[in-house]
């Protein structure tokens, strides 16, 4: 098991230039991703998931769910281990916030050309925070596609700024076409209330990883038990997709392309095989849905969001 780790050297992280991978996917990913975060699951005939994972023209017409889209980040967060000055433990790796701006509808195949940056780097004392960046386009066209921030945890790598007078903190964000919005605590006491109650599958992690992310505190008993938790927990990125799959079947009937952005925190892990309770309700007269992610069995909150959505479906 991995053994003591040095301190993050926070310029030679900061000078680590901006990285340009690709992200190739067929039909295929895309069905995978949507059995992954549980569609169909509790009805294989769901007339507003079925189209994501099947369609009588073929596959090339399936549905994508926007969340699929966080996928195209993935092959930078698998090398932060290769950032110089970056240390940390993989099986301390925790996903705090997650937020995606979606500009074209997603294609069901195809290359993808990303470009990702570490844009803020903070020392939270007991554990570093990182927030990665990633500008997503077409290949061919050049067009662009999305914008995917993510904010991990890494935790029992803080305390490299111990020397200094307060603690390390650089924020250098790319402005976006929509403002970062304030997460719920708790629907108000006049706001119309939508609940989705859906049990995750003892076996949802093991699926899900097979759309890319790997890490092994999501299937591996022993790296579970070192992270601290009695046994493999879910992604946090799963539990999203189910509570925005659940946003699109109350609120966009079905359909994926309503969403324009998806804004999401973590707060507690789920263990596979527990029971999501999403609450749901609309802000107003506005096209933004907050909702709240609690575990039945435990009573606890895990997951609080927004996703705000188009008048009407895009061509």
Not at 19 to 35: H, I, S
Request: charge should be neutral.
């Amino acid at each position: 098991m991995e053994g003591t780790i040095p301190l993050i050297d926070p310029e030679a992280v900061l000078a680590h230039p901006m990285t340009v991978g690709k992200f190739c996917y067929t039909e295929r990913d895309v069905v995978l991703y949507a059995l992954g975060i549980g569609a169909c699951g509790d009805d294989p005939c769901d007339s507003k998931e079925l189209a994501y994972v099947y369609n009588e023209e073929g596959q090339h017409a399936v549905k994508v769910l926007p969340t699929f889209a966080i996928l195209y980040s993935f092959g930078f967060l698998e090398r932060l281990g290769t950032i110089p000055g970056l240390h940390f433990l993989p099986s301390m790796l925790l996903h705090g916030e997650q937020y995606l701006e979606i500009y074209k509808k997603l294609p069901t195949n195809g290359e993808i050309a990303c470009s990702s940056r570490i844009s803020q780097l903070h020392d939270k004392e007991k554990a570093a925070v990182l927030e990665i960046e990633t500008l997503c386009r077409e290949s061919q066209s050049g067009e662009v596609l999305c914008l995917s921030r993510s904010t991990v945890f890494l935790r029992g790598a803080g305390g490299f700024s111990k020397s200094n007078s307060k603690l390390f903190s650089y924020d250098k964000r790319s402005p976006s076409l929509r403002p970062l919005v304030k997460l719920p605590v708790l629907p108000s006491k006049t706001a119309a209330v939508t609940v989705h109650e859906e049990q995750t599958q003892p076996n949802q992690a093991l699926l899900y990883r097979l759309s890319g992310d790997y890490n092994p505190l999501h299937s591996d008993p022993e790296v579970a038990k070192f992270a601290g938790f009695p046994r493999p927990i879910l992604h946090g990125l799963c539990t999203l997709g189910f509570a925005v799959r659940a946003v699109i079947k109350h609120f966009c009937n079905g359909d994926p392309d309503l969403v324009q952005s998806i804004q999401g925190r973590f707060m507690l892990h789920v263990f596979p095989g527990e029971t999501l309770v999403t609450t749901m309700w609309r802000e107003g007269n506005m096209g933004r849905i907050n909702f709240l992610c609690n575990v039945k069995e435990r009573s606890r909150p895990v997951l609080s969001g927004v996703a705000c959505l188009h008048p009407s479906p895009r061509l």
